[in-house]
């Protein structure tokens, strides 16, 4: 059975302008690969082998794998339908403990060959 821990977790996200910022409490889970973050109704992270795999649900939901220096596949998910997206991620940044601590990341995303834009995601993890 992983560990688990009470977190809060501060997200700020920004494309190409200002950051915006949400206040979420979740679970912290350390497994034998890495860990994973688990914020009910709203989202999981999960950090393994180096990669970074987003599951954001709600109205607009999204699953994307973030891979340093490479593209990786992944969809967003509308109340018409799923579309493939595709990021590149340009820099990768976690440094994690069993009490949480911070996970960043910069990437592109396109969509049918059309650029989505630049983004930009940090993830600040406290025991609560």
């Known amino acids: 059975m992983p560990d688990k821990r009470r977190v809060t977790v501060v997200f700020r996200s ?20 890495g860990w994973v973050l688990r914020v009910p109704d709203t989202m999981t992270v999960s950090v393994l082998k180096g990669d970074v795999r987003v599951v954001r649900q709600g109205e607009l939901g999204v699953e994307q794998t973030f891979r340093l220096g490479a593209a990786a596949q992944g969809a967003i998910h509308t109340p018409q339908g799923s579309l493939p997206v595709e990021a590149f991620t340009h820099e ?5 403990t069993d009490a949480g601590g911070t996970l960043a990341w910069r990437y592109d995303m396109r969509m049918e060959d059309q650029d989505m834009g630049h983004f930009e995601i940090g993830l600040d993890i406290r025991e609560e």
Do not use: F, N
């Not at 200002?18 to 690969?33: D, I, K, Q, T, V």
């Not at 990768?92 to 994690?96: F, K, M, R, V, Y």
């Open 14 to 33: 920004r494309q190409d302008g200002p950051w915006a910022e949400e206040r979420l409490s979740g679970e912290w889970y350390r497994l034998a690969a």
């Open 92 to 96: 990768l940044q976690a440094e994690l």
